[in-house]
């Protein structure tokens, strides 16, 4: 499975854009990227996911650049409540394990 | 709201004992995952059961053990507790077959071991 890297935390404000950027350079021809957030004690929660190129829902944006060595979370606007932690995972459709990195700590200050 | 559900929520035990978590897959789902989370971790992968059986593995000792019932549902098994078990145990189901399968959480269980 590819190893990801992300940085360990990031600050915003209230309003601001984010981007939170993943490296996966080994990732293989058939391994997906997928995000999620975690609030305190409770569950990841699925953000998006996706092969190449862009893909945007309801709640964020992925971009993939064409090498797919590096992904990047786009969070429109965020507000107090994105204050978590974000995990960026690589893996195949066969994989039945997902490998979470320590993930981004993202503060979000008013 | 994921549709997963996972009981208890807390629990106490000490070294030794033996602890039985339960999740409850989201509704359609085959496939049920667990992982521990010690604090401050990311979720570490124990294992996987789908179709009743165990569909894969992570790097943890035969302690854990697992099973799935026909109602897709699941429970989680460690024996002799260490100290070093005390962390967020999180159960996900997921839809085996999907062109890539998205795994979705339950709040999970805290378990302490004093």
């Known amino acids: 499975l590819a190893k990801t890297t992300q940085p360990i935390s990031m600050d915003s404000y209230e309003g601001q854009e984010v981007n939170i950027t993943c490296s996966h350079n080994?990732?293989?021809?058939?391994?997906?990227i997928t995000w999620y957030q975690q609030f305190p004690s409770q569950g990841p929660r699925f953000i998006i996911q996706g092969y190449k190129t862009k893909v945007t829902n309801e709640v964020a944006s992925l971009f993939i650049p064409a090498d797919r060595k590096s992904s990047t979370l786009s969070l429109p606007r965020v507000s107090l409540s994105d204050t978590a932690v974000y995990y960026c995972?690589?893996?195949?459709?066969?994989?039945?394990?997902?490998?979470f990195g320590a993930g981004t700590r993202l503060t979000v200050k008013p | 709201e994921t549709g997963v559900t996972q009981s208890p929520t807390h629990l106490i035990k000490t070294r030794g004992q033996q602890v039985t978590l339960r999740c409850s897959s989201q509704?359609?789902?085959?496939?049920v995952s667990w992982y521990q989370q010690a604090l401050g971790q990311g979720p570490q992968f124990i294992f996987q059961?789908?179709?009743?059986?165990?569909?894969g593995r992570g790097n943890f000792p035969p302690r854990f053990s697992g099973l799935q019932f026909p109602n897709y549902s699941s429970e989680l098994n460690v024996n002799a507790l260490e100290l070093d078990d005390s962390a967020l145990y999180l159960c996900?189901?997921?839809?085996?077959?999907?062109?890539?399968?998205?795994?979705?959480f339950g709040p999970g269980t805290r378990l302490l071991v004093l």
């Open positions: 080994n990732i293989a021809t058939n391994d997906y």
């Open positions: 509704s359609g789902h085959n496939t």
């Open positions: 059961y789908y179709r009743e059986e165990e569909n």
């Open positions: 995972l690589v893996g195949a459709k066969e994989d039945n394990d997902m490998r």
């Open positions: 996900a189901s997921s839809l085996l077959g999907q062109e890539k399968e998205t795994q979705y």
